[in-house]
């Protein structure tokens, strides 16, 4: 005689619901190393484009990524700095050189500026996510956790 098997069925909204993202959760390194490859990728485009069409906003991406994936504020600076060294070198190879030296200096000084203000601003955003998730936890006059 064949028992009967009882099937389970799936809550119709699991508990788990409010923790869905839209963005699938990916390890951190997976993420800095799509973002290595995204760098050099934007790198390559910004050099086949020349210098005519600015595509410099697009290194913002892998920036905010990084800044956002990395355990320290400095990984997000770095990243910064490399983007703006492939930038530099990108647009150096497309064209930028006939340009003069100080304009050149004060375009690479501005990039580097708006690029290292991204990572810093994204970096402290999730410094204090990390933070008020901490205060979340537990209660602020009992010390208890929620």
Request: glycine share 4%; charged share 20%.
């Amino acid at each position: 005689m064949a028992r009967n098997r009882r099937r389970r069925r799936k809550p119709a909204l699991s508990m788990d619901w409010t923790r869905r993202r839209a963005w699938p959760r990916v390890s951190a390194r997976v993420a800095l190393a799509l973002s290595a490859v995204a760098i050099l990728l934007i790198g390559w485009a910004d050099y086949a484009t020349g210098i005519e069409i600015r595509i410099y906003s697009l290194y913002f991406a892998p920036i905010a990524v990084i800044s956002a994936y990395a355990s320290r504020r400095r990984d997000g600076l770095l990243a910064a700095a490399v983007c703006t060294v492939v930038w530099l070198f990108a647009n150096w190879h497309a064209g930028m050189s006939d340009y003069s030296a100080l304009v050149n200096a004060i375009n690479t000084t501005v990039q580097l500026s708006a690029f290292a203000l991204v990572a810093f601003l994204i970096s402290s955003y999730k410094d204090a996510l990390n933070s008020e998730r901490a205060l979340a936890r537990s209660d602020a006059l009992t010390g208890l956790l929620n």
